[in-house]
């Protein structure tokens, strides 16, 4: 699976409460999500921070993020891609290892 940094807008706000309409704020956010990309579609990227190497596998954190609301995609690891130890991921001219 490849781990991807992905940037894409967001709503912002929502009140707790009543509000003036003359003090809405009126912004949208751009929001960095950093996993591993399970699924992708048309639609959709389906993206997963925390992956469990348990017997049944478990995901945390997962998020659908729609494809029209992404701004920006960079590929920062590909496991699909062999290296010569593997307890070690390249990135660029850095590597990854495990703790």
């Not at 940094?5 to 709503?11: A, E, G, M, P, Q």
């Not at 591993?36 to 659908?64: D, M, W």
């Not at 920006?72 to 660029?92: F, H, I, P, W, Y």
Request: with cysteine; aromatic share 6%; hydrophobic share 35%.
């Amino acid at each position: 699976m490849k781990i991807e940094l992905i940037k894409w807008v967001d709503t912002f706000g929502c009140s707790q409460g009543w509000e003036f309409e003359d003090e809405i704020e009126r912004r949208v956010i751009t929001v960095s999500s950093v996993g591993f990309v399970r699924e992708e579609t048309e639609k959709y990227v389906l993206l997963i921070p925390h992956i469990s190497n348990a017997e049944r596998k478990q995901v945390a954190g997962c998020i659908c993020i729609p494809c029209r609301q992404i701004v920006e995609r960079v590929e920062l690891v590909n496991s699909a891609s062999k290296t010569t130890d593997r307890d070690n991921l390249s990135l660029g001219n850095n590597v990854l290892r495990p703790i």
